[in-house]
């Protein structure tokens, strides 16, 4: 993509990259794979990887989807949305929505859509005049297969394809290259704990073949990464409980200097790590406050929101969260919002 000439495509790229993506801006592209999904683990340091068992799970990991359909109701609803760059580009937003039930006794099956909404960009020539408008995007189509193995330990497997439009084929210079597609394959374990109150998780992501727009020497890696992490119950009742949780990643790329390119390797200067707390009331209100951290992209912030369980009080089980975290220094807060439904 080194030889798009486009100021406008660049500077909407350097919004994202420099918003709150370590991986992306590292060097990977399909930044949409970065964003964590479900307010409630935003708020929580974005971390979500061992406490995720509902259909957001799809995202955080596919072994955490084999308890989602044991949950007393085994359909899940779940949508997200997000700004992405507050006080700087109002038009550039984040949507997910995703679905989950039960595929035979032990198993939960589910999909999801993503979306980047890039907003408009307007195309300048070499001489800085305007040749025209166009709009920006990128989506992520998903399906992922959990299964319960145990009681206690839950494996699951999920596959996505990829796509952008960064701009019109017209629009450039080469006259090709706007848009570039992949896919990805994601594997991932959850371990439940009793004696011990706690869940341990691990996950390899976005596994997949690079993204090529112009050609293949200037393709980006996928973003793929290895996550792990622990969620830990300090007390329950039925009043009131307190969990604690975190995680830790670090890319599963790195660049090689012998051959101009990315490889499968790891950059643990650019790992990312974030951890939170939950207090609840009988179930049905929440308080999350967490603490966020990426290497790439100087972001060391705190993260907080709440929620709300609408089960008691309606008959419905219909949840409401929302979160507050970082974007990099200097940089407005990004709120995101997140509405789900158990049937």
Same mark, same amino acid.
């Given at each position: 993509?080194?030889?798009?000439?486009?100021v406008?495509l660049?500077?909407?790229?350097?919004?994202l990259?420099?918003?709150?993506?370590?991986?992306?801006?590292?060097?990977a592209?399909a930044?949409?794979?970065?964003?964590?999904i479900g307010?409630?683990?935003?708020?929580?340091?974005?971390?979500?990887?061992?406490l995720?068992?509902?259909?957001t799970?799809?995202w955080?990991?596919?072994?955490?989807?084999?308890?989602?359909?044991?949950?007393g109701?085994?359909n899940?609803?779940?949508?997200?949305q997000s700004?992405?760059?507050?006080?700087?580009?109002?038009?550039i937003?984040?949507y997910?929505v995703g679905?989950?039930?039960?595929?035979?006794e032990?198993?939960?099956i589910?999909?999801?859509?993503?979306?980047?909404?890039?907003?408009?960009?307007i195309? +300048?020539n070499?001489?800085?005049?305007?040749?025209?408008?166009?709009t920006?995007?990128?989506?992520?189509v998903?399906?992922v297969?959990?299964?319960?193995?145990s009681p206690?330990?839950g494996?699951g497997?999920?596959?996505?394809?990829?796509?952008d439009k960064?701009?019109?084929d017209?629009?450039?210079?080469e006259g090709?290259?706007g848009?570039?597609?992949s896919?990805?394959?994601?594997i991932g374990?959850?371990?439940? *704990?009793?004696f011990l109150?706690?869940?341990?998780?691990a996950?390899?992501?976005?596994?997949g073949?690079?993204? +090529?727009?112009?050609d293949?020497?200037?393709?980006?890696?996928?973003?793929?990464?290895f996550? +792990?992490g622990?969620a830990?119950?300090?007390?329950a009742?039925?009043a009131?409980g307190?969990?604690?949780?975190?995680d830790?990643?670090i890319?599963?790329?790195?660049?090689?200097?012998?051959?101009?390119?990315?490889?499968?390797g790891t950059?643990?200067?650019?790992?990312e790590?974030g951890v939170?707390?939950?207090?609840?009331?009988?179930?049905?209100l929440?308080?999350?406050f967490?603490?966020?951290?990426?290497?790439?992209g100087?972001?060391?912030? +705190?993260?907080?929101?709440?929620?709300?369980d609408?089960?008691?009080w309606?008959?419905?089980?219909?949840?409401?969260d929302?979160?507050? *975290?970082?974007?990099a220094?200097?940089l407005?807060r990004v709120?995101?919002?997140?509405?789900?439904?158990?049937?």
């Amino acid at each position: 993509m080194k030889r798009i000439k486009l100021v406008a495509l660049w500077g909407m790229l350097g919004i994202l990259a420099t918003s709150n993506i370590a991986l992306a801006g590292s060097g990977a592209g399909a930044i949409i794979l970065s964003f964590p999904i479900g307010a409630r683990y935003n708020a929580l340091g974005e971390a979500g990887v061992a406490l995720a068992q509902d259909v957001t799970a799809c995202w955080w990991n596919p072994g955490g989807l084999a308890f989602a359909s044991a949950r007393g109701k085994p359909n899940d609803l779940h949508f997200m949305q997000s700004p992405l760059a507050e006080g700087l580009a109002d038009d550039i937003g984040l949507y997910w929505v995703g679905y989950s039930g039960a595929l035979g006794e032990s198993g939960t099956i589910g999909f999801y859509i993503n979306y980047l909404d890039m907003g408009e960009q307007i195309a +300048t020539n070499d001489a800085g005049e305007e040749i025209g408008v166009f709009t920006s995007n990128m989506f992520t189509v998903g399906a992922v297969y959990g299964v319960r193995i145990s009681p206690n330990f839950g494996l699951g497997l999920g596959v996505k394809y990829f796509r952008d439009k960064l701009a019109d084929d017209s629009a450039l210079q080469e006259g090709t290259g706007g848009s570039g597609d992949s896919f990805g394959v994601d594997i991932g374990m959850l371990w439940k *704990v009793p004696f011990l109150r706690m869940n341990l998780a691990a996950v390899v992501a976005n596994l997949g073949p690079d993204i +090529t727009h112009v050609d293949e020497d200037q393709s980006d890696p996928m973003p793929r990464k290895f996550h +792990t992490g622990l969620a830990y119950s300090l007390f329950a009742s039925e009043a009131m409980g307190l969990l604690f949780i975190g995680d830790y990643q670090i890319p599963l790329y790195d660049f090689k200097k012998d051959s101009d390119s990315y490889g499968l390797g790891t950059e643990f200067d650019q790992e990312e790590w974030g951890v939170g707390a939950e207090w609840n009331y009988v179930q049905s209100l929440f308080i999350r406050f967490g603490y966020t951290s990426a290497a790439y992209g100087d972001i060391q912030d +705190t993260t907080y929101g709440f929620g709300v369980d609408l089960g008691q009080w309606t008959g419905q089980a219909i949840t409401f969260d929302y979160a507050s *975290v970082p974007q990099a220094t200097g940089l407005d807060r990004v709120n995101r919002f997140s509405l789900g439904y158990r049937f």
